[in-house]
């Protein structure tokens, strides 16, 4: 059974960071690229960033480009998204998932139904 479990959000202020996880189950960690991606009510869920299985290398939407940080330790099956200078636009429930990478796409797709719980991050003074 496939399993996220994101953990390490929380109330911050504008400038502030966070750093989150999400640990992962019931399927090959190393042989998938991770996904972040977050939600606001009334809007659908939107990528942020991503890593890829082989190299590591990551992407970013251009909004959290140079300010988020997505990485990952397939020893213990967890990716990490590491926030810094937080602004009230990044106020969301953020969620991982695994990704499978289509040529036709600029971001992995989403690999597996089942999401998290989510973390919420709020971002207000």
């Known amino acids: 059974q496939v399993q996220f479990v994101e953990s390490g959000g929380g109330l911050v202020r504008p400038g502030g960071s966070l750093k989150l996880s999400c640990e992962t189950s019931?399927?090959?960690?190393?042989?998938?690229?991770m996904n972040w991606y977050r939600q606001v009510p009334g809007k659908e869920r939107e990528i942020v960033a991503s890593?890829?299985?082989?190299?590591?290398?990551?992407k970013y939407v251009d909004s959290v480009k140079g300010r988020f940080t997505i990485s990952r330790d397939n020893a213990k099956n967890t990716v990490y998204l590491q926030m810094n200078s937080l602004n009230s636009e990044d106020t969301a429930v953020y969620y991982c998932?695994?990704?499978?990478?289509?040529?036709?796409?600029?971001?992995?797709?989403?690999?597996?139904?089942?999401w998290g719980q989510g973390a919420q991050v709020t971002v207000s003074s």
């Open positions: 019931g399927f090959s960690f190393k042989g998938y690229a």
């Open positions: 890593i890829t299985s082989t190299d590591h290398s990551t």
């Open positions: 998932n695994a990704g499978v990478p289509h040529p036709d796409m600029e971001y992995p797709l989403t690999a597996f139904p089942s």
